[in-house]
């Protein structure tokens, strides 16, 4: 049973804008955490942003600080992340993923129970 949905990646040159969307399932997006991670080829997997269930605070990796925006529409149960001035580095796989609570800090991968299908984002130059 599917309980996230990513969508919105595709191939866009530098300095354009992406939005990424992750549909939630079976539980209420106000009440989990919800993170995007991403991927890149030969890389270590990245948090890139997250926002808390709890509370709705948002956080985000030093690389996109400024540049990229998390946001939750509760009615819709989604959460976006907008991604602007995008780079060639930011050219990765990228998840959502979602944990009712946290343990560890947010971008600890290990802690999350439920991932989405991975979607591509390519930054060309």
């Known amino acids: 049973q599917v309980k996230l949905a990513a969508s919105g990646g595709g191939l866009v040159q530098a300095g354009g804008s992406l939005r990424l969307s992750c549909e939630v399932f079976?539980?209420?997006?106000?009440?989990?955490?919800i993170t995007w991670f991403r991927q890149a080829p030969g890389k270590k997997r990245e948090g890139v942003s997250s926002?808390?269930?709890?509370?709705?605070?948002?956080y985000y990796a030093d690389s996109v600080q400024g540049r990229f925006s998390i946001s939750r529409d509760s009615a819709r149960n989604v959460v976006y992340l907008q991604m602007n001035n995008l780079k060639r580095d930011d050219t990765a796989r990228y998840y959502c993923?979602?944990?009712?609570?946290?343990?560890?800090?947010?971008?600890?991968?290990?802690?999350?129970?439920?991932w989405g299908q991975g979607i591509q984002v390519t930054v060309s130059s």
């Open positions: 926002i808390s269930g709890r509370d709705g605070d948002t």
């Open positions: 993923a979602a944990v009712s609570t946290l343990g560890l800090s947010w971008y600890e991968g290990m802690q999350y129970d439920y």
């Open positions: 079976v539980f209420n997006v106000d009440s989990n955490t």
